[in-house]
């Protein structure tokens, strides 16, 4: 298995949201991230669901800069896509 399919089976979650937040980011932008970022993603998504979705909330600091840099870029995501 690839890394970014076990990426992808990862980001399957428990909560519908958060798959789907997670699903949009890899299809958008995991291609984009250099070695460190892949790795604090894989930090975020072996997270249990509600520590991770409390990241993802900004209700829990993140561990580092890469992950609030991540998690920014993650929440971009969670607005719905523009109609065209």
Known sequence: MSEKARIRWLCRRGMKELDVLLERF???????LDAREHAEFLALVEKEDPDLYYLIMERTAPENDIQADLLARIRLF???AAAG
Not at 26 to 32: L, N, V
């Open 78 to 80: 969670t607005r719905p």
């Open 26 to 32: 890899i299809g958008a932008e995991y291609d984009k």
